[in-house]
């Protein structure tokens, strides 16, 4: 579902654009700025096997080993919502679920108000003995937070949970916010690795909308500086209603609104296209 309103509407004209594409070609890579090409299935799969086992077993040896999160504040080998977040981050990596924004700030969002709607339960003998009402509503209230700041993550739902059915995570109090964050940069590490091999990863950083609060000059010289960076660059035509795809090009009607996403998508089909011709 699309909001009306979301944090977007009034940071998205103070965040720069992506420019990681002028980076050197191994750096932007691995950080997702170029453009994948169709594989097989079982090139995708064998992505998949070892971007989630290598994912979820860093998770695993960063706190299973001696460190201050294990030894000072109990914190668990894994938090059990990483799991989930492995999936999209290694599976549906294509999604907006998936991508950065979503991973590490709907966990930590999430976080932030399971902690304090538990410990505001915790004030009191009766709220302790209906944690039951603090999970809950930890859940609603994060669910609209995150739509709210455009950063839907499903299992950051579990991180909103946590404090209010596991005494090892109350236990761990305040430092349930860090372990969160270095749980979400490790696995995020890792999908860039393994998801820039075969596919792209990840689609987006921020969102794929125009940032900057650019001008419509501005963002004619964008184009411009795309179509010489891309020579199969999308045709803009005017007057047209329908979406043109061949094997060599992609017309689309000039007042289509297309996101980064759907741009990719068009390529893909196109590409397609050239694999059959060939």
Partial sequence: MVFKFTIDNVLNKYIPRNRLSRLPRPIARLLGAHKDKPAADYFIWLEILIGTFAGVALLEGVFKS?????????APMILASYGASAILCFNASQVPLAQPRNVLVGHFIASVIGLCIQKLFSLSKTGQDHYWASGALSVAVSSVAMSIGNCIHPPAGASALLPSIDEQVREMSWWFLPVQLVSSVLILSVACITGNVIRRYPVYWWTPADLGGKKENDLEADIEEESKEKPDSILIEPGIKTI?????????????????????????LKSKLKQLED
């Fill in 244 to 268: 043109f795809i061949s094997s060599d090009k992609i017309v689309v009607p000039e007042k289509l609104d297309l996101d980064e996403i759907d741009i990719d998508w068009l390529d893909s």
């Fill in 66 to 74: 001696p460190n201050i999160f294990r030894d000072r504040h109990h």
